[in-house]
Every structure is written in structure tokens, then in C-alpha cells.
């Protein structure tokens, strides 16, 4: 497909949109559906699309397999360092209230916090997975 | 403030060295972290039981969300015991771990085994230590899932095979375990274990209370390898990396039989499991039929792993036993061979483990002579083998004694000829190992074979020698095992 036109330029036209929509779905995760996971895929989904029109090799110049490697246990630990920061403030574990003079927004900031975690490990892991499937029996 | 946080320490401590580990390309440097972690957690361990022993038990809310609401951790005499003896046998294997996984492991792939490591123990210290039901199911999971993935790096490439096995059969169990506490969900509203048997009571002849402790029983027992739910640990302990077939062997099983007993005696009651259904009748059954059938199984392997595998299956047999009998005796004899045994199969697959180091091969015919050549390590194979049999003077002694009493206490004399004739087949299967590495001529393999260095040595000769120390002093063990019976019979309280 590297040489279909159309292909091309409508995944141009495509990409910027469907990494907004996961930023937009990443970050309405707190007042309605969506969130790290949903968001996470999408945004993984981006670069499985960016590898089918353009091809494996171009992909992973954009988005290096050792970029994977390190997000899929980057998220996992800014989840628990975000729930360790409350514990370190006076607080249980995974409690948000102290991250701001006022409890709420100190949990909605966790919560913004925890879910950029998710985010990064599940595009991360979804990439990794795909790159796995596509390097088999090079 | 790192006193009251104990008990989140415990658990988010294996899993931030998990993620350090990850980032790790060197299997050293993992190996240090995952060293540093398992050395931290003993004495995170220890200071919860002095706690609990103090002022009684404690209740961690995680998040600050006050239970039954929010998750609760909550750490009682049993699973404080439990917490030690998880971090206790993963101290003492890890400094054994770098020499076996260097031999055993891709470079490249050292790290994730650490990483996966570090994640089995924060799922099975996590299945110990909280106290709401689905909470077990995240933990159950990440512990699982990290084991198949340890399995699965077995050099073999039937551990593959051996891993998706163990990944199809596990799932399964966790489906059922989701689904029991699904129905009870529905009946109480509640998954906070505490408040779910305090709701339970009055409803407990409900059918789907009756239905969710089937469930229960049955997914569980998929995950402790209750004979005939056994057939994914025999290829799964023979082909697995030694250091993992070490660790699961000595830890994850007992997990399981925590949980099992957790579930019985302080959520649904033993008046309810007892008397409702035919609960001790099964496991009296099947605690038989794993303890003869799977051992006379062993008697035919050729593959010391797999032989010890099955042995691990009998074990859990009487393990299970001590269920079935429900009197205080038997249940203190149930519980504490679940301590014994993570000791004398931690010392066998570990004293296996650096045989494999130095010939490559765990095969019967391999190891003859082997005596000559290794007669430190062999010597701590052949205490722990006596203590399989169940000789006096070691831990396998002290458990069938009380396990004896118990049957007796019930009138089964029966139950104790059998308890016998089934440790007759034991002499037969450790017997013919111990006969071929003292008594047989040298093998090829065997020739050039030395004593493994001392970091492999030492933890394989501690944990010897600690099923020796326990089979004399019995105030530990048997001691908290009895309180823990005790505790448990009583309904918890």
C-alpha cells in the first residue's frame, strides 16, 4: 500500500484527528465514558494504522519498540507513585485528598494523575503486542 | 508513618520494584532489586504479626475509603503468619536465584524473569493480606499471570505448552472464583469479606449462597491443584525455570489453601460448609485419592521435578485432609504441613535446582552417583526427601502426627492405617532417588560434576535445616497453627 495515494493522504488526514479524540476521551474520563483504557487504545490504534498504510519499519522509526518497552511499566509506576506521594503526604495509600488545599480537587487531580498511568502502560502494551505479531518470523 | 502503612508497604513495595525491574536491560540489576525487595518484605511481615499479636487486628483502608465501602486490608493472626512464611521462603530463595536463573535464562530476558517475580509475590502477599473479595480476584490474577509467564520461560520448549496449560486451567478457576463472588455479591451487596459474613447470616440456606460456595470451592481448588483439578502442575513444575518451579512450588499453592480456608471458616462458617453440604465428605474423598494416586504416579516418573511434582499434588492431599477431618486437631495438622511442606519442597526443587546447574539434566538415570560428587546437596535432598516420608525428627513427622490425632479424635482409625500405607509409597518414590544417588556407579552426566557455589548452597541448607529445627521444636509452627485452628473453628469471631 506504500504507494496508494489515497491511502496516504487520507491516513494524513486521519491520524492528527484520531489522537485528539483519544486526548479528548482521555481527558473526559472523570464527567463521562472514557478514560485511561479507552483513551490507551485509541491512541495505540493511531500507530497501528500509521504501520498498515506506511509499513512496519517507517512506524518504528516514529514510535521506537524500546518506547513501548519502557511505557507499558512507566504507567504501572506512575499509578503507584501517585499513590505513594498520598502516603507520603500523611495519608493511606492511593488517597488523593492531600495532592491539593482542597480534598476534592486533590482527588481529581489524583484521579487526572492515575489515569495518564493507565493511558501510557495500555498504549504502551497494545503497541508492544502488535510490533510482537508483526516481527514474527522476520 | 511507616508503621501505619505497613501494610500497603507490603504490597506496592514488589510491585514498584516490579516496575524498576522492567525498565532493567541487565539481569543483575534487576536481580539487586528484586534481592532488596525480598529482603524488605520478611520485616515488613514480621512487624505486622508483632502488631497483630499486641493489639489484635488490624485494618488498613486503602485509598481512605472507609470498609465495607472502600477496600480494606485486614491482617489477622492467620494471614499475618501467612505474609511470613510467602516473604520469608522468597528471602531466602532470592540471593539462590541469580546463579540459577544466569544458567537457566536468555540474558535478555533475566530482567523480565525478576519483574515477573516481584509481580507473582505482590499478587500472592496481595491475596493474603486484603480482606475484600474482588480485591482477591485482581491479586489472584496479577499472581497467576505472572506465573504463567515464569513458566513459560522454562528452557524447555514444553514449558510453553505447560504454561498455556496451566493459563486455560487457572482462568478457569478464577472464572468460577468470580462467579461465587458474584451470586454473593448479589445476596449481600457487600464484597468486604467481614461484612459479607456478618450479612450472610439468616441466608445462608439460600441456593445461591449454596451455589457460591460451590463455585468458590471449586475455582479455588482449581488453583491449589486439589486431585483430579491437579493436571496443570505436574508439567508446569517440571518444565518452569528451577527458581520458579521453587518459589510456586513453596508459595502459591499454600495461597490457595489460605484462601480456601478463609472462605470456609470466616465467610460462610463451618456450621454452613459442614452442614449443608457435603463438604468433608468431597475432601476426605478426594485428599485420598491425590494422596495415593499421585503418588504411586510419581513412582513412575523419570524426571526428579516431575516426580517431585507429583508429590507436591499427594502433599496438598493431606493439606486438604485436615479440612475434611474439621476437628481442632486435624485442622492444626492441615495447617501446619501447608508451613512444612513450602519448607521441605522449597529445599527439594531448590537442592534440584543446583543439581540442574551443574549437569544440565534432572533425569533419574542422570543423577546416579551423584552422591560422590555433590554429597552436601544430595545429603540436603535426601533430609528433605525423609521429610516427605514423614520420619521422625523432621516437619513431616510433626504434620501427619497431628493429622493422626485428629482422624483418631473423629474415630477414623481407618483413616490412619491409610495416612500410613500412603507415606509406605513415599519411602518407594524418594527411596529409589536417594538409592541411585548414593548407591549407583557414576553416570556420564554425573562425572564432572561439583558442589554449586555457595550462594545456591547456603538457602537450599537453610531451609534444610529448618525442616529439621521445626520437626524438633514445634512450638512455632504447630503453636500459631493451633491458635489459627482454633480461631477459625470458632467462627472467627
Same mark, same amino acid.
Given at each position: 500500500m506504500r504507494l496508494d495515494v489515497i491511502f496516504r493522504v487520507g491516513a494524513k488526514i486521519l491520524l492528527p484527528i484520531m489522537l485528539l479524540f483519544a486526548l479528548y476521551v482521555q481527558f473526559h474520563g472523570d464527567f463521562g465514558p472514557g478514560g485511561g483504557f479507552q483513551a490507551g487504545v485509541m491512541s495505540a490504534a493511531m500507530v497501528i494504522f500509521y504501520a498498515i498504510i506506511f509499513g512496519l519499519e517507517t512506524a518504528q522509526k516514529v514510535f521506537p519498540p524500546r518506547l513501548a518497552e519502557i511505557m507499558v511499566p512507566a504507567g504501572v509506576g506512575i499509578f503507584a507513585g501517585v499513590g505513594v506521594i498520598g502516603m507520603l503526604l500523611g495519608e493511606n495509600y492511593l488517597n488523593y485528598s492531600p495532592l491539593a488545599d482542597d480534598p476534592a480537587h486533590g482527588q481529581e487531580y489524583g484521579i487526572l494523575l492515575v489515569e495518564f498511568g493507565v493511558l501510557v502502560t495500555v498504549s504502551g502494551t497494545m503497541v508492544a503486542i502488535f510490533y510482537c505479531f508483526m516481527g514474527r518470523g522476520r | 508513618m511507616i508503621a501505619a502503612n505497613l501494610p500497603a508497604l507490603q504490597v506496592v513495595l514488589p510491585l514498584l520494584g516490579a516496575v524498576l525491574c522492567a525498565?532493567?536491560?541487565?539481569?543483575?540489576?534487576?536481580?539487586?532489586?528484586?534481592?532488596?525487595?525480598?529482603?524488605?518484605?520478611?520485616?515488613?511481615?514480621?512487624?505486622l504479626l508483632v502488631q497483630v499479636l499486641e493489639s489484635g487486628?488490624? /485494618?488498613?483502608?486503602?485509598?481512605?475509603?472507609?470498609?465495607?465501602?472502600g477496600i480494606e486490608y485486614r491482617i489477622d493472626v492467620a494471614n499475618a503468619f501467612l505474609l511470613l512464611l510467602v516473604s520469608l521462603i522468597g528471602a531466602v530463595m532470592m540471593p539462590y536465584a541469580r546463579r /540459577?536463573?544466569?544458567? *537457566?535464562?536468555?540474558?535478555?530476558?533475566?530482567?523480565?524473569?525478576?519483574?515477573?517475580?516481584?509481580?507473582?509475590?505482590?499478587?500472592?502477599?496481595?491475596?493474603?493480606?486484603?480482606?475484600?473479595?474482588?480485591?482477591?480476584?485482581?491479586?489472584? *490474577?496479577?499472581?497467576?499471570?505472572?506465573?504463567?509467564?515464569?513458566?513459560?520461560?522454562?528452557?524447555d520448549r514444553r514449558a510453553l505448552l505447560a504454561a498455556y496449560q496451566y493459563l486455560i486451567m487457572g482462568t478457569i478457576g478464577a472464572t468460577f472464583y468470580v462467579i461465587g463472588v458474584g451470586l454473593l455479591y448479589s445476596m449481600t451487596g457487600t464484597l468486604n469479606m467481614a461484612d459479607m %459474613?456478618?450479612?450472610?447470616?439468616?441466608?445462608?440456606?439460600?441456593?445461591?449462597?449454596?451455589? %457460591?460456595?460451590?463455585?468458590?470451592?471449586?475455582?479455588?481448588?482449581?488453583?491449589?491443584?486439589?486431585?483430579?483439578?491437579?493436571?496443570?502442575?505436574?508439567?508446569?513444575?517440571?518444565?518452569?525455570?528451577?527458581?520458579?518451579?521453587?518459589?510456586?512450588?513453596?508459595?502459591?499453592?499454600?495461597?490457595?489453601?489460605?484462601?480456601?480456608?478463609?472462605?470456609?471458616?470466616?465467610?460462610?462458617? %463451618?456450621?454452613?460448609?459442614?452442614?449443608?453440604l457435603p463438604v468433608a465428605e468431597i475432601f476426605l474423598l478426594l485428599s485420598l485419592a491425590a494422596m495415593f494416586g499421585a503418588s504411586i504416579v510419581a513412582l513412575f516418573q523419570d524426571n526428579v521435578k516431575r516426580m517431585l511434582a507429583y508429590s507436591s499434588v499427594a502433599q496438598i492431599g493431606y493439606i486438604t485432609l485436615g479440612i475434611a477431618i474439621a476437628n481442632k486437631t486435624g485442622l492444626?495438622?492441615?495447617?501446619?504441613?501447608?508451613f512444612n511442606h513450602a519448607l521441605m519442597k522449597g529445599a527439594l526443587f531448590m537442592a534440584i535446582g543446583a543439581v540442574f546447574y551443574r549437569i544440565g539434566s534432572v533425569r533419574i538415570d542422570d543423577l546416579a552417583g551423584l552422591g560422590k560428587r555433590m554429597p552436601i546437596t544430595m545429603g540436603a535432598f535426601t533430609l528433605?526427601?525423609?521429610?516427605?516420608?514423614?520420619?521422625?525428627?523432621?516437619?513431616?513427622?510433626?504434620?501427619?502426627?497431628?493429622?493422626?490425632?485428629?482422624?483418631?479424635?473423629?474415630?477414623?482409625?481407618?483413616?490412619v492405617f491409610l495416612l500410613v500405607a500412603s507415606s509406605l509409597i513415599s519411602v518407594v518414590y524418594i527411596?529409589?532417588?536417594?538409592?541411585?544417588?548414593?548407591?549407583?556407579?557414576?553416570?556420564?552426566a554425573a562425572k564432572g560434576a561439583k558442589e554449586p557455589p555457595l550462594s545456591m548452597l547456603i538457602p537450599t541448607l537453610l531451609l534444610c535445616a529448618a525442616t529439621i529445627y521445626f520437626g524438633f521444636d514445634t512450638t512455632i509452627t504447630a503453636g500459631i497453627a493451633g491458635r489459627a485452628a482454633e480461631w477459625l473453628l470458632a467462627g472467627s469471631g
Open positions: - | 525498565f532493567f536491560r541487565r539481569g543483575v540489576w534487576a536481580w539487586g532489586v528484586a534481592l532488596l525487595v525480598s529482603l524488605t518484605m520478611p520485616l515488613i511481615a514480621a512487624g487486628t488490624i /485494618s488498613y483502608a486503602l485509598g481512605g475509603w472507609k470498609p465495607p465501602y /540459577s536463573v544466569e544458567k *537457566e535464562i536468555a540474558p535478555e530476558r533475566q530482567a523480565w524473569f525478576y519483574t515477573l517475580y516481584l509481580l507473582n509475590l505482590c499478587g500472592l502477599l496481595g491475596i493474603a493480606i486484603t480482606g475484600d473479595a474482588f480485591n482477591v480476584f485482581v491479586f489472584m *490474577e496479577i499472581s497467576s499471570l505472572a506465573s504463567y509467564g515464569l513458566i513459560a520461560l522454562g528452557r %459474613a456478618s450479612r450472610l447470616a439468616g441466608i445462608e440456606n439460600s441456593r445461591a449462597v449454596l451455589t %457460591a460456595l460451590a463455585f468458590l470451592t471449586v475455582g479455588i481448588s482449581l488453583k491449589l491443584a486439589l486431585f483430579p483439578l491437579h493436571v496443570w502442575l505436574p508439567n508446569a513444575y517440571a518444565y518452569a525455570p528451577s527458581m520458579a518451579t521453587a518459589f510456586i512450588a513453596a508459595t502459591a499453592t499454600k495461597v490457595a489453601v489460605y484462601l480456601l480456608l478463609r472462605y470456609f471458616f470466616t465467610v460462610f462458617g %463451618a456450621a454452613t460448609v459442614y452442614t449443608r492444626t495438622g492441615g495447617i501446619v504441613h501447608l528433605a526427601g525423609l521429610s516427605i516420608i514423614g520420619a521422625p525428627g523432621t516437619v513431616g513427622f510433626v504434620s501427619k502426627w497431628y493429622l493422626g490425632l485428629g482422624a483418631m479424635e473423629n474415630g477414623w482409625w481407618w483413616l527411596g529409589r532417588v536417594v538409592e541411585v544417588i548414593w548407591f549407583r556407579p557414576l553416570s556420564n
